[in-house]
RNA sequence: UCCUCGGUAGCUCAAUGGUAGAGUAGGUGGCUGUUAACCACUUGGCUGCAAGUUCGAAUCUUGCCCGAGGAGCCA
């Protein structure tokens, strides 16, 4: 074929060869492609070269015979390095000698762009200071790139689910005028000759929107200024906050599961490659359906408290304890009825319990810690009054805020679901940092 | 902010007071089925910065810079 082709002067770019990707490759067995992407790995023997080439849908094995190209097209070949842009024609061979089963038998190629000196990430160990220096470049690794599908997917699966069960999407300020937690440092920007703050929850905008459409939710980037360092905290991160009129916590418990379960499910329905390609334990991810062990917080701390860990009651979980409760279950479970005073000032209190409030966290297993965080809200106007007045927030900036009690409160509750959490814990990923593409840590803001 | 660990070749690391080394990547040559290919040869260094101790410091001391893990706080 390549013979006759080159013969007849008719190898050209789009001569009897179908553009394809990677990732449909097997379905194009016998045919003659034409594939674009960057030389993953080469090995050049005398006269054959393996060349693995990435095109963004994944990897493939790609076999030049120097007979079949050619003298110089093959010299050409042997001068390439790990991430030179190539575009090359063959036939799609499906080989049980390479990996993944199908390759490709190389008769053209052309190179789009060389590489300037040498790639910085080899297929060899880095450091994670190193790669993070070059993460530009790492996105392309492909443990990375299956991370960022998934987490591609796990977003597409947000919307979905939500959309599927009538919630509109409304966005939520980024910048906003004072703290609407109160708790955490936010980073602070001028905003004219104002000071405006980077949002850290877009949840208090979601009430008011859930009084104007019933099922909302938001989907953005939040900020934290606060100085943690650890394999769980970023300083910029995307939070998904759905949030409901006329619901209660067991509403809100409902939806967290019913919306854990859903996105787990789906992913492991998509993305088996992705997960194959992270070494991904899926046992653990397919037992991720409902119902969830529900636990009180008081429960919660005798689980502690029996395994011989010291815990004082009214304290909030730090990540040990976590990760001892959730090693209780074999799937997320959810700690309801939560001590006051560690809880936002908006929760409601429980009606059987005043020291308590209906908030819920939700604990992912394998350590993942806290994915969820949310709970029903307060409706009283002189309870959140004395609540503002009580954590010293200031309260003209919460008069919007009271309107919603003014004219015609209802109960209603909610969520936030930490989207790198969440992706981190799905693709088995130790650090959140691997879960975004471009990660803003405390030390760390670039590339 | 606090605690712990680290910084040596492009990268991953070794060298515990006495000539700075290996693997890998890069370069050259060989090889028609490689799978982290292999074989031979080869380029590559202000040991994070500054001062000190010592005949002699990558190594010991002090200070600083940078990073990582964790605590607190949170998703």
């Known amino acids: 074929m390549a013979d006759y082709i080159r013969a007849n002067g008719l190898y050209r770019r789009d001569f009897v060869a179908t553009s394809a990707t990677v990732r449909e490759l097997k379905q194009h067995d016998g045919q003659r492609v034409e594939l674009q992407g960057w030389v993953y790995k080469l090995r050049a023997k005398g006269k054959l070269a393996f060349l693995h080439l ?7 094995q790609t076999i030049v015979n120097k007979q079949e190209v050619g003298e110089e097209v093959f010299a050409r070949i042997k001068t390439l390095t790990q991430e030179a842009a190539i575009r090359l024609r063959g036939t799609v061979k499906l080989d049980e000698r390479a990996p993944g089963g199908v390759e490709v038998a190389v008769d053209d190629l052309e190179v789009v762009s060389e590489v300037e000196g040498e790639y910085p990430i080899s297929l060899q160990a880095h450091g994670i200071d190193f790669l993070l220096s070059k993460r530009h470049l790492w996105l392309r690794s492909s443990q990375q790139h299956a991370t960022l599908r998934v987490r591609s997917e796990v977003i597409q699966a947000i919307h979905d689910f939500f959309y599927a069960r009538q919630f509109v999407h409304v966005d939520a300020p980024v910048f906003t005028p004072a703290a609407c937690e109160g708790t955490t440092n936010l980073f602070e920007v001028k905003y004219f000759d104002d000071t405006a703050y980077l949002t850290q929850s877009g949840q208090l905008y979601m009430e008011a929107a859930a009084m104007a459409h019933g099922k909302v939710y938001c989907f953005g980037p939040t900020f934290r200024a606060e100085r943690s360092k650890t394999r769980r905290h970023l ?37 088996p490659e992705e997960l194959a390609t992270l070494e991904r334990d899926t046992s653990s991810l397919e037992r991720v359906k409902r ?22 009651w009214g304290n909030d979980f730090g990540a040990p304890d976590e990760t001892a409760i959730s090693a209780h279950f074999d799937r997320p479970v959810l700690v309801h009825r939560w001590p ?38 307060a409706t009283d106007l002189g309870f959140l009054l004395e609540q503002i007045k009580l954590h010293e927030l200031p309260q003209e900036a919460f008069e919007w805020y009271l309107d919603l009690r003014r004219y015609g409160s209802v109960p209603h509750g909610g969520f936030g679901l930490g989207l790198e959490r969440l992706v981190a814990w799905i693709c088995g990923r130790e650090h959140v940092r691997e879960a975004i593409p471009f990660p803003r840590t405390l030390y760390r803001k670039e590339p």
């Open 235 to 271: 300083t910029e991160f995307w939070m998904v906050e759905p949030e409901m009129a006329f619901a209660g916590l067991d509403d809100v418990m409902d939806l967290a599961e019913e919306f854990l379960e859903s996105i787990v499910q789906r992913v492991l329905e998509r993305c």
């Open 340 to 377: 006051k005073a560690i809880k936002a000032f908006y929760m409601r209190p429980d009606p059987d319990d005043e020291r308590l409030v209906l908030g819920v966290d939700v604990i992912a297993p394998e350590g993942a810690g806290e994915v969820i965080g949310g709970g029903e809200r």
């Open 291 to 312: 119902p969830f062990p529900r636990v009180t917080y008081d429960e919660a701390v005798k689980l502690l408290q029996d395994q011989g860990h010291e815990f004082e």
């Open 54 to 60: 990435r095109d963004g849908s994944g990897i493939v």
